[in-house]
């Protein structure tokens, strides 16, 4: 039996600190994922993969994939309230597809909305492929939510990576989004050429402040038959380690607990075409969980701080038991170091964690 599990949780305390460690995205929690690798893309980015990392290969064309999608999506029984469902256009550039593919798109939405298959929809798109025409298109098909390929504000850092556009592009594109009452989501790169942990900080502080609806971070790797896979070759480029990520992205991920931001991407997921062909980069079959675990720990140790006090007990949701001490326990020695042995630890069924002196 695990030691570290204590049914029984110490009495209130007038010296606690009750603190975020996490936020689910409130919309449909069934997402239907409709992948478009590289299309509308007005080139391939130096570090992009997509047709392996999504596992889709659209050299059919993109109306047997519609047809597969809306056929299968007509055979879900319909939403009701308690079932929302949303279809997403992930992958390529979907605002700058040919206008016949974008209309393909959004008139099978329109279609499967009729039929009451979904109640939401979202596309991904980069953030100078945006426009007010656009927006009235999405918007008259029912798109509530525009994720934005930001990957870094940091001009220098998107002309290392050669995005096409610069830090100024990327905050007005947010801003658009917003103004034009969609929600926002954005994904960011760390790791990206051109990129450090502390332009990366300063990236999540600043896609923060806008308050997006999510956060996607996507740890930069390094797939074969890239520009980036040369620039590994030539010593051009070196990937973020694992340990640098872990503790980058934890330092972020806690940030956006605190703003009651989700993030609902820690890694690229897993795709077995993808992960064959990653020449190098910080990836791990856990790496999630680890970045989950190092944002608990930094959390801990910011209201240990507010507190001022030595800590008494923590109270965790049981959600935490899962990864708070990492890979094979490695962790336990940093919690022992903060004071906080398992016998102080106590998991409940709250959303919230709570430290007491
Ligand atoms: S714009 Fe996005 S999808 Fe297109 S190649 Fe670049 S990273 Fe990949």
């Known amino acids: 039996m695990r030691k570290y599990f204590c049914p029984e949780t110490p009495p209130p305390s007038e010296r606690s600190i009750i603190f975020e460690i996490g936020t689910r995205q409130k919309r449909a929690k069934s997402i239907r994922p409709v992948f478009l690798p590289f299309s509308g893309c007005p080139m391939h980015c130096v570090y992009c993969a997509q047709d392996r990392q999504t596992g889709t290969n659209l050299s059919g064309g993109l109306s047997p994939l519609l047809a597969e999608t809306e056929k299968a999506m007509l055979a879900l029984p319909p939403c009701a309230e308690e079932t929302p469902r949303e279809l997403a256009f992930y992958g390529g550039t979907f605002t700058a597809l040919p206008a016949e593919e974008r209309r393909a798109c959004l008139s099978m939405l329109d279609r499967l909305r009729e039929a009451g298959r979904i109640t939401h929809a979202r596309c991904s798109t980069r953030p100078d492929a945006l426009s007010p025409a656009i927006f009235g298109e999405l918007n008259a098909h029912g798109i509530d939510l525009i994720e934005l390929g930001i990957q870094s504000f940091d001009t220098a850092a998107l002309s290392a990576s050669r995005r096409g556009y610069d830090g100024a592009t990327a905050l007005r594109a947010c801003r658009m989004v917003l ?138 949701p049981r959600s935490c038991q899962g990864f708070m001490y990492g890979e094979h326990g490695m962790l336990k020695a940093r919690w022992a170091a903060l004071g906080l042995t398992p016998e102080r630890i106590f998991f409940t069924g709250g959303e919230k964690a709570e430290l007491r002196a």
């Open 179 to 316: 103004e034009a009452g969609f929600e926002l989501g954005i994904q960011l790169l760390p790791g990206m050429p051109g990129s450090s942990p502390d332009v990366f900080i300063k990236d999540a502080e600043q896609a923060l402040a806008l308050k997006p609806s999510c956060l996607r971070f996507y740890p930069c790797l390094v797939p074969a038959g890239t520009v980036l896979a040369r620039w590994l070759e030539e010593g051009r480029y070196s990937p973020w380690s694992l340990e640098e990520t872990v503790s980058t992205l934890g330092r972020a991920l806690a940030m956006a607990w605190q703003e009651k931001t989700p993030v609902i991407r820690l890694s690229v997921a897993p795709e077995p075409a993808f992960d064959a062909a990653v020449l190098a980069g910080p990836r791990h079959p856990a790496l999630g969980a680890l970045i989950q675990a190092e944002a608990l720990i930094v959390s801990v140790q910011e209201a240990i701080k507010t507190l001022g006090l030595p800590p008494q007990a923590l109270l965790l």
